[in-house]
C-alpha cells in the first residue's frame, strides 16, 4: 500500500512536471518527446533525491516526508531537466520544425505514432537493404561519367523492382522522363513490369456493386470482365452504356491501394533523400523533388473525385478552343471516388505507336503545335492546365489522327499575376531582354521586394547569353537556371509556378518525342502573335456578346466611378488642411517590423534572465554572512532566481534553434 502512495505522488507530480513544462516549452511540443523528457527527469531527479535524501530516513513509514522543502528542490530540479531534455532532442531534430513553425506531422495516438514508425523504419531499412545489395551506392559515386550510366541504370531498376509496389510505379513514370534522364535509364526503367495480378470478377462486381448508384445490368449492356489495362492504383475495363449504347471506359480503384500508399510514399521521398544524399548527381538532377512531385500525385490520384472535377474544369476552359484537342466526357451520374465512367478514347499512346502519324498521314509539327498551343492557353489564359503532359499521357485519335488529352489526376492553377509573369518569361527569352525576365521574376516568386534588381538582371543576362546563338533553345537547362538563380537570391517560386515550369520542361520532352527539332520558344512566339490578333479579331466576330461583357464591366465599374469625386474632394481637404504627412520607416513593412518586435522581446528576455541571475547569485553571497534566521529566505529567494533564470534561458535556446531551423 505504501508503494501504491508513493507511485501516485510521483505520478501526480509527473503529470504536473509535463503540463508545466508544455506551458514553457509552447504549444509545439511533440508528444514522445515531452513524454520522454518528463520520464528521464524523474527517473534521474528521483534516483538522486533518493541516493542524497531519503535512504536515510523512515519515508516507507511515513510517505507524506516527501513532502518538505527538499521535495521542492526535487521537482524544481526534475521540471529543469526536463527542459533540458527536451532542448537536446530539439537541437538533434532538424525536420522538426516546418517553414512557419508549425510541427510537420501531428498524431492523434503516440500508439499508433509508435506502430507507423516501426513499420515504416523496417520498410525503409528492407529498401535500402535492396539497394545495397544492388550496388546502388557504389555505381552513384561514379554517376556522372557517362560510361558508367548503363551500369547505374541496371542497379536503380533492379532495385525498385525488387522493392515493390509503389517503387515500380515512381520507375514506369521516371521511365517517360527521357528530358531529365539518359537513354540508358529511359530504356531500362521501361522494362520495367508491375506484375499486378488483375482484379478478379467477384472483385470486379463487388466494387461495381458497391460504387454505381444503380445495379450493374441497368447501367451497362455490356461489361468485359478482362481489363484493357491493369496497374498499382487501379484498372480499367471496356463497356457499353444501356441507356445510350455508347462504348465507354470504366476505371476502377484497387481495394488495397490506399493502405500500400500510406505505406510506401514517405519510404520513396527517404529513399529519394537517401540516394540525393549519396549523389551530387542526383541532387542536381532534383531527385528527391521528383519523389515528392511523384507522391502528392498519387496522393491525388488515388481520389476519383478530384480527377473527375480537373477533368471536366480543363475540358470547360478549352470548350471553345479551336485547338482540337480531344478529352473524354466523363458521366458523372455513374462516377464516384472510386471508379470513373468516361467515354471510350479510341486511340494509342504517342510514346507506343509512332507509326500511327506514318499510317494516318499526320503531319507531326501541326500535331505537336496542336498539343503545344492547347497547353499554352490552358495555362496563361484559363489558369488551369494537365500539370504532367508525359508521352503516356498524351493519345493519337485512330479515327481522325487527333490528339487527346488523358489522366487529370494532376493540374495546376495559376492565378492571374502568376499567368501575366509566365507570359513575361516566354516573351522575355523570345526578346533576349534581360529587363523583361525580371519583371517576369517578381510577379512568379513571393516576396520580392529585397531583390537587387541590377543583379537579378545581370544573373538574367548571363542565363540569356548562355541559350544564345543555337538552334534551339535547351528548355530543359534553361529552366533549371532559372530555378538556380531564384534559390541563389532567396526566393522561391510560388508552388502553382513551380508545377508549371516543370510541366514545360516534360511537355518540351513530349513535343521532341513527336517531332525531334520542335522547338518550343520559337512556337511560342507564333502562339502570341496569334492569339493577340484573335483577341482583336474578337469584338467583330462576337459583337452581340462583346457589348453584352462591356455593359457588365461598366456595371462593375459603376459604384467606384461615383465615389471618385467625393474621394477627390476629401483628398484636397486634407491637403490643405496639412493632415496627410508621408512616413516610411522599418516599420512600415509587416515583416520588419515583427522581426524587430521579436528580436526586442527575446533580448527582453535574456536581460531578464540574466537580472535574475545576478541577484540570485548576489544573494547567495550574502546568505553566507548573515547568521540571523531570516538568512533562509535570502537563500530560497536566491535558489528561485536561478531557477528561473535558468528557465528563461531554456526557452531562449530552444526558440533560437527553431528560428535557424526554419531559415
Known amino acids: 500500500m505504501v508503494y501504491v502512495k508513493i507511485i501516485v505522488q510521483v505520478l501526480v507530480i509527473s503529470l504536473f512536471i509535463y503540463y508545466v513544462s508544455g506551458r514553457l516549452m509552447g504549444s509545439q511540443i511533440n508528444f514522445m518527446k515531452r513524454i520522454m523528457s518528463v520520464l528521464g527527469s524523474v527517473a534521474f531527479t528521483s534516483f538522486v533525491y533518493w541516493y542524497s535524501y531519503l535512504r536515510y530516513t523512515a519515508y516507507l513509514d511515513d510517505v507524506y516526508v516527501l513532502m518538505d522543502i527538499r521535495t521542492i528542490i526535487w521537482i524544481g530540479s526534475m ?25 510537420l506531422t501531428r498524431h492523434k495516438s503516440p500508439f499508433l505514432y509508435l506502430r507507423n514508425q516501426w513499420r515504416s523504419q523496417k520498410r525503409l531499412a528492407q529498401v535500402m537493404q535492396i539497394a545495397m545489395k544492388n550496388g546502388i551506392s557504389r555505381t552513384l559515386k561514379y554517376a556522372r561519367h557517362r560510361e558508367n550510366d548503363h551500369e547505374l541504370a541496371i542497379a536503380f531498376r533492379d ?140 496522393r491525388e490520384e488515388v481520389n476519383f473525385d478530384i480527377e473527375m472535377r480537373n477533368t471536366m474544369q480543363v475540358a470547360a476552359a478549352l470548350k471553345k478552343s479551336s485547338y482540337q484537342m480531344k478529352i473524354p466526357y466523363i458521366y458523372t451520374e455513374y462516377s464516384n471516388s472510386q471508379l470513373i465512367v468516361s467515354q471510350f478514347a479510341r486511340g494509342q499512346s504517342i510514346a507506343s505507336r509512332q507509326n500511327l ?87 512568379l516568386v513571393e516576396e520580392h521586394e529585397h531583390i537587387d534588381r541590377l543583379k537579378m538582371e545581370q544573373a538574367m543576362a548571363q542565363i540569356l547569353l548562355r541559350i544564345s546563338y543555337v538552334p534551339r533553345i535547351p528548355t530543359e537547362e534553361l529552366i533549371h537556371s532559372l530555378f538556380a538563380v531564384v534559390r541563389d537570391f532567396g526566393l522561391s517560386f510560388y508552388p502553382s509556378v513551380g508545377i508549371a515550369l516543370r510541366s514545360l520542361i516534360t511537355l518540351d520532352g513530349t513535343l521532341h518525342l513527336i517531332k525531334a527539332d520542335f522547338d518550343l520558344f520559337t512556337e511560342a512566339k507564333d502562339f502570341s502573335k496569334q492569339y493577340i490578333t484573335s483577341m482583336l479579331k474578337r469584338p467583330f466576330k462576337e459583337p452581340i456578346e462583346t457589348k453584352e461583357r462591356l455593359e457588365e464591366e461598366f456595371a462593375l465599374m459603376l459604384p467606384a466611378l461615383r465615389k471618385i469625386p467625393r474621394r477627390v474632394d476629401k483628398l484636397i481637404q486634407r491637403v490643405e488642411s496639412g493632415k496627410i504627412i508621408l512616413h516610411h520607416d522599418v516599420f512600415s513593412d509587416k515583416h520588419n517590423a515583427m522581426f524587430v518586435t521579436q528580436l526586442f522581446s527575446r533580448f527582453v528576455l535574456l536581460l531578464v534572465g540574466i537580472t535574475f541571475g545576478f541577484i540570485s547569485v548576489a544573494l547567495l553571497a550574502i546568505g553566507q554572512f548573515i547568521e540571523a534566521p531570516y538568512g533562509v529566505y535570502l537563500n530560497t529567494a536566491a535558489y528561485v532566481g536561478l531557477f528561473l533564470c535558468a528557465v528563461l534561458l531554456v526557452r531562449l535556446s530552444i526558440q533560437a534553434i527553431r528560428l535557424m531551423k526554419r531559415g
Open 159 to 298: 532495385t525498385l523492382e525488387e522493392s515493390g509496389g509503389i517503387f515500380i510505379k515512381f520507375g514506369q513514370v521516371l521511365s517517360t522522363r527521357n528530358d531529365l534522364f539518359p537513354k540508358a535509364f529511359v530504356e531500362e526503367l521501361g522494362t520495367l513490369q508491375q506484375n499486378v495480378k488483375p482484379l478478379s470478377e467477384e472483385q470486379v462486381k463487388r466494387i461495381l456493386e458497391k460504387s454505381l448508384p444503380y445495379k450493374m445490368e441497368d447501367v451497362f449492356s455490356d461489361f468485359n470482365m478482362t481489363p484493357i489495362a491493369a496497374a498499382s492504383i487501379g484498372q480499367v475495363h471496356k463497356a457499353v452504356l444501356r441507356i445510350s449504347n455508347e462504348e465507354v471506359a470504366v476505371k476502377l480503384l484497387r481495394p488495397e491501394v490506399k493502405e500500400m500508399m500510406r505505406d510506401d510514399l514517405m519510404i520513396l521521398v527517404q529513399f529519394a533523400q537517401w540516394v540525393s544524399d549519396k549523389s551530387k548527381w542526383a541532387e542536381s538532377l532534383g531527385f528527391r523533388e521528383l519523389a515528392t512531385g511523384f507522391a502528392e500525385n498519387m
Open 79 to 103: 521540471l529543469l531537466i526536463s527542459m533540458l531534455l527536451y532542448l537536446f532532442f530539439e537541437l538533434f531534430d532538424p525536420l522538426a520544425i516546418g517553414e512557419k513553425g508549425e510541427r
Open 357 to 443: 502519324f506514318e499510317s494516318l498521314h499526320v503531319n507531326r509539327e501541326e500535331f505537336a503545335r496542336t498539343v503545344l498551343f492547347s497547353f499554352f492557353e490552358q495555362m496563361l489564359y484559363s489558369g488551369i492546365f494537365h500539370a504532367d503532359p508525359h508521352p503516356g499521357n498524351i493519345f493519337i485519335d485512330e479515327r481522325d489522327g487527333n490528339p487527346i488529352l488523358l489522366d487529370f489526376g494532376a493540374v495546376g492553377r495559376l492565378a492571374v499575376p502568376q499567368q501575366e509573369g509566365i507570359k513575361l518569361f516566354l516573351m522575355g527569352i523570345q526578346q533576349n531582354d534581360a529587363n523583361i525576365l525580371y519583371d517576369a521574376i517578381t510577379l
